[in-house]
């Protein structure tokens, strides 16, 4: 069973920048592909970004590409979103899911969930 943990949300000023952490305390994390979701209120949750097992490869949603950078430390159970130049748009409960062998684009619902954190960006 893997249980993931978000941290590292907050209040933000447009145009500054969060860094938010997904720790899992299963085993072997670095066998699952990992996914930033995100929900705004009224909004249906939409995928961010992700990063696949193995080589961690990366892929982004066109809201974030250029802005956000995940990356992952294998040997802290860690995954990483480095979020730049926010806007009020990005304000939302970001989730943490994974997948076991999932590639850096989910193709199904992730298979675990965190229980988000949030993120308000202030204009």
């Known amino acids: 069973q893997v249980q993931l943990e978000e941290s590292g949300g907050g209040l933000v000023q447009a145009g500054g920048s969060l860094r938010l952490s997904c720790v899992s305390s299963?085993?072997?994390?670095?066998?699952?592909?990992v996914y930033w979701f995100r929900q705004a209120p009224g909004k249906e949750r939409e995928f961010a970004s992700g990063?696949?097992?193995?080589?961690?490869?990366?892929y982004h949603a066109d809201s974030v590409k250029g802005r956000f950078t995940i990356s992952r430390d294998n040997a802290k159970n860690t995954v990483y979103l480095q979020m730049d130049t926010l806007t009020p748009e990005d304000t939302a409960v970001y989730y943490c899911g994974a997948t076991l062998g999932g590639p850096s684009s989910p193709v199904r619902k992730p298979d675990y969930w965190g229980q988000g954190t949030q993120v308000i960006v202030s204009s």
């Open positions: 990063i696949s097992y193995g080589v961690g490869a990366t």
């Open positions: 299963g085993p072997s994390f670095s066998s699952y592909g």
